[in-house]
């Protein structure tokens, strides 16, 4: 965050090896006080870091095992054994880019978190310095070298709260990053899904097609015969064979898209080679009521991550704010080296206050530029609400609608399926003409097709619903 980084100690200094720190003059008092700096200087960052970044919204935070914890991982997959979904999912989660980038912005923000606390904890430095004049050296106040060393010490009292607020929003940006990682996984699944029953689709299409392939084989051979008895015309065996053609030319169409699908399945997943893929719960689930899934969007991880947002845009305001008030802060030094009139100075304390009068409309103009920020973060929230519900209902509506279809085509497939047999039996008994026979395999092909890709096509469909309404829940 911005703010976050701009509160950041920008006077820091690398520290010195202490090795190279002069000796101390002087007495036990002396050195009780620099033992007690020192050990001032090392307890406060330490206390800083181990400050959690708790939430500040519970209601629209991820649960702590997601924070704190991995998704599971499958095991890596034998070479020629079946991929089921979860260890595709797994292998995808691992070699996703989008992933990868949203995990190193939470480490981003977390770092920007400890820059902003800086801006409320004390610094300290070695400085050392050397001044030389054109001095006679006569008196203190005329000499050619005026060298010093001190340890230089200050804390900010009060900033107009600004340092609170750039944790503050450091805090809810984490929690943003958070939930758009987790959406960023879900959105991913869905997309590993797809590529994987697109595979299962048309593996299943190509036995389909292998299936219809052999009756009609049978159907030429059978023809063939009835022609060399004079039962049967030449041109029945011809129409046979030129349908066989044209399952034969659907089969190639169905390999070159199991390719394609494979080829984005070992994308998604970083495999060279995907052998194959199954399914062990092949049936489709009833949808719950749309009432159930609207309700459940309202958690999704981007309408909490816009809200998270609009947080961040609520501190950045906050900051702005800041402007307005002084800034206080006390300074001290502890000298190791002085020479002149204040040779015998060994400590000094500094109160500053910078009260702002007129800066030129600059802190003005800051505040409405971060209300205005506020006011787009507030409106992007609500935008993203009312779509999360959207989305939710238009998944629904193809999901059922989906269920249904596939409810039909599987009895019309029951019908077509009896209606081939006695189309069959008639011809043996010369009731029917090969013509009859020929249509309604090609309508058994057609209908068994269907039912197949209505089937995967509800399947893909019922875990876009889940990701609409935020509910993905791999099955692991």
């Not at 990053?177 to 997309?191: G, I, K, N, Q, T």
């Not at 004079?230 to 064979?241: I, L, N, Q």
């Not at 816009?306 to 006390?330: H, N, S, Y």
Request: hydrophobic content about 40%; charged content about 25%; aromatic content about 8%.
């Amino acid at each position: 965050m911005k703010s976050a980084r701009h509160f950041a100690g920008s006077n820091f200094q690398k520290p010195v090896d202490n090795s190279s720190f002069p000796q101390v003059r002087g007495n036990s008092k002396r050195e009780s006080a620099w033992h007690f700096l020192l050990a001032l200087l090392i307890a406060a960052p330490l206390a800083a870091a181990q400050e959690p970044l708790t939430p500040e919204h519970p209601t629209s935070a991820l649960p702590a095992e997601a924070q704190s914890q991995p998704l599971p991982a499958a095991p890596a997959p034998e070479p020629d054994r079946p991929l089921t979904l979860a260890e595709c999912y797994a292998l995808a989660l691992k070699r996703s880019e989008d992933i990868a980038i949203q995990t190193e912005l939470i480490k981003q923000t977390e770092a920007q978190f400890l820059q902003a606390l800086s801006g409320v904890l004390p610094r300290a430095s070695y400085e050392v310095s050397k001044k030389r004049q054109d001095g006679t050296g006569s008196s203190a106040f005329t000499l050619r070298d005026t060298p010093e060393r001190r340890f230089a010490f200050s804390q900010p009292l009060f900033g107009g709260f600004k340092e609170f607020a750039a944790m503050a929003g450091s805090r809810a940006e984490r929690r943003q990053r958070l939930h758009e990682r987790r959406r960023a996984e879900d959105l991913l699944f869905v997309d590993v899904a797809n590529a994987f029953y697109l595979i299962l689709e048309q593996q299943e299409d190509l036995r389909a097609l292998a299936a219809i392939r052999g009756t009609l084989v049978e159907r030429i051979d059978e023809l063939k015969q009835r022609e060399q008895l004079g039962r049967s015309r030449t041109t029945d065996a011809v129409s046979a064979e030129a349908q066989l053609r044209r399952v034969e030319a659907e089969m190639e169409q169905a390999r070159t898209q199991e390719v394609t699908a494979r080829k984005l399945l070992e994308f998604l997943t970083g495999l060279s080679r995907v052998q194959a893929v199954t399914d062990p719960d092949p049936s489709l689930l009833p949808a719950d009521a749309e009432s159930a899934y609207v309700a459940r969007a309202a958690a999704r991880p981007d309408v909490q991550a816009a809200e998270d947002a609009w947080r961040v845009a609520q501190k950045e305001v906050t900051i702005a704010r800041a402007g307005f008030f002084p800034d206080v802060d006390l300074e001290g030094n502890y000298y190791t080296r002085r020479v002149g009139n204040a040779a015998s100075v060994e400590w000094d304390v500094t109160l500053l206050m910078s009260v702002p009068i007129f800066q030129g409309g600059q802190n003005l103009g800051a505040v409405r530029e971060a209300r205005s920020s506020e006011r787009q973060a507030k409106l992007t929230f609500e935008r993203r609400q009312r779509q999360a519900a959207l989305d939710v209902q238009d998944a629904y509506a193809a999901y059922t609608g989906a269920l249904a279809r596939h409810a039909a085509l599987a009895r019309a497939l029951e019908a077509t399926e009896q209606s081939y047999r006695l189309q069959v039996d008639d011809y043996r008994l010369a009731l029917v003409n090969n013509l009859d026979v020929l249509q309604t395999l090609q309508t058994l092909e057609d209908s068994r097709r269907e039912t197949l890709h209505a089937g995967y096509e509800a399947k893909r469909l019922s875990w876009q619903l889940e990701a609409a309404a935020g509910n993905i829940a791999p099955p692991w």
